[in-house]
T-cell receptor
Framework: GQQVMQIPQYQHVQEGEDFTTYCNSS?????IQWYKQRPGGHPVFLIQ?????EVKKQKRLTFQFGEAKKNSSLHITATQTTDVGTYFC???????????FGRGTSLIVHP | DGGITQSPKYLFRKEGQNVTLSCEQN?????MYWYRQDPGQGLRLIYY???????QKGDIAEGYSVSREKKESFPLTVTSAQKNPTAFYLC?????????????FGQGTRLTVV
């Protein structure tokens, strides 16, 4: 079945440094979603990308969807301690809309 | 306020006992899901339901059962057949269809089996 792979699994940064997590799918995705889970919390939807090559920004966060719609990335500029958490990408499984999640990237920001 | 509620937040059970986790939503969503989260494993799909009285197995359904008698409710039973039940369980709901894929999650239930 479809797999959504995410790297890296963990990332330590100093506050103010940039951070990027990558998501790769074995199949073409109709869309991709990104979620953030704070420590001890539950995943919260951040954004959805649908179009090939799409780029969306939310303040310091930049989301990209690859031209082939098989990969995506989330880039955070000048990290802050509030960015700490695990970031998940999710793509619909097969031809359905059921979200299949990657393993997530845990971001640790050192002040 | 609209949302999705899981209860209890923490649950302890003895090995060999069945336990049922509650999930209720008032978002009028057709689709509901159960995920299991283990450290370093991400979210793995246990069961999902797209409509009342219908549900489908996910990737790790063995040892679990569900029901969907009402649109608002999707309880998960962790049976004694589940070999490693200790985990963080997340319930989610969404509108049915690719145009509104955003999944709303409950606060989760942390189950510990001793």
């Amino acid at each position: 079945g479809q797999q959504v792979m995410q790297i890296p699994q963990y990332q330590h940064v100093q506050e103010g440094e940039d951070f990027t997590t990558y998501c790769n799918s074995s199949t073409t995705l109709s869309n991709i979603q990104w979620y953030k889970q704070r420590p001890g919390g539950h995943p919260v939807f951040l954004i959805q990308l649908v179009k090939s090559g799409e780029v969306k920004k939310q303040k310091r966060l930049t989301f990209q969807f690859g031209e082939a719609k098989k990969n995506s990335s989330l880039h955070i500029t000048a990290t802050q301690t509030t960015d700490v958490g695990t970031y998940f990408c999710a793509g619909p499984a097969g031809g359905s809309y059921i979200p299949t999640f990657g393993r997530g990237t845990s971001l640790i920001v050192h002040p | 306020d609209g949302g999705i509620t899981q209860s209890p937040k923490y649950l302890f059970r003895k090995e060999g006992q069945n336990v049922t986790l509650s999930c209720e939503q008032n978002l009028n969503h057709d689709a509901m899901y159960w995920y299991r989260q283990d450290p370093g494993q991400g979210l793995r799909l246990i069961y999902y339901s797209q409509i009342v009285n219908d549900f489908q197995k996910g990737d790790i359904a063995e040892g679990y059962s569900v029901s969907r008698e009402k649109k608002e409710s999707f309880p998960l039973t962790v049976t004694s057949a589940q070999k490693n039940p200790t985990a963080f369980y997340l319930c989610a709901s969404s509108k049915r269809g690719p145009s509104d894929p955003e999944a709303f999650f409950g606060q989760g239930t942390r189950l510990t089996v001793v």
